[in-house]
């Protein structure tokens, strides 16, 4: 008896349950830190001050 391995091909267009096992993705994941969460707010809080430097550095003559 041989095996024969099914051949799934882009053009297939379908996706069942048993090809897309998406219940292991978070498994094993580490608790999200105090620390992620400061570095994140820190860098939302670095591109918000580079935003407003840079709009108030740029004179409103080169867009006219």
């Known amino acids: 008896m041989t095996e024969e391995k099914e051949v799934h091909t882009p053009e297939s267009?379908?996706?069942?349950a048993e090809e897309l096992d998406t219940?292991?993705?978070l498994?094993?994941?580490e608790p999200?830190?105090?620390a992620?969460?400061?570095l994140v707010l820190g860098s939302f809080?670095?591109?918000?001050?580079?935003l407003l430097i840079g709009l108030i550095l740029v004179p409103t003559s080169v867009f006219h």
């Open 13 to 16: 267009g379908s996706l069942s």
């Open 23 to 25: 219940s292991s993705v």
């Open 27 to 29: 498994e094993g994941a």
């Open 32 to 34: 999200w830190g105090r």
């Open 36 to 38: 992620e969460t400061q």
């Open 45 to 50: 809080i670095a591109a918000a001050v580079a």
